[in-house]
């Protein structure tokens, strides 16, 4: 009995280490939750948004993406870099 309520709770354990949620900074100052951490295929990053649905954003729109916990809200207004 230990030993399957041991592995229940590693399996637990592990399961919910996976469900993280990431932010998205996009070059028009847009910023996108995510439900699942975002993946690069064929030039564009798919994810799951919060109702679970797959979402595809262009890898040329993406400025950054960061663990929700260590995205800090600006205190001044988001500009995008201005084109040469």
Do not use: H
Request: with cysteine; glycine share 4%.
């Amino acid at each position: 009995m230990n030993r399957l309520a041991l592995f229940l709770f590693i399996s637990l354990a592990a399961l919910t280490g996976c469900a993280r949620q990431y932010v998205i900074k996009l070059s028009n100052g847009m910023k996108v939750t995510t439900a699942s951490k975002p993946k690069l295929k064929n030039g564009f990053y798919t994810f799951k948004d919060a109702a679970g649905n797959e979402n595809k954003v262009s890898q040329n729109r993406v400025l950054e993406i960061e663990p929700a916990s260590m995205a800090e809200e600006e205190k001044t207004r988001f500009t995008p870099p201005k084109p040469k």
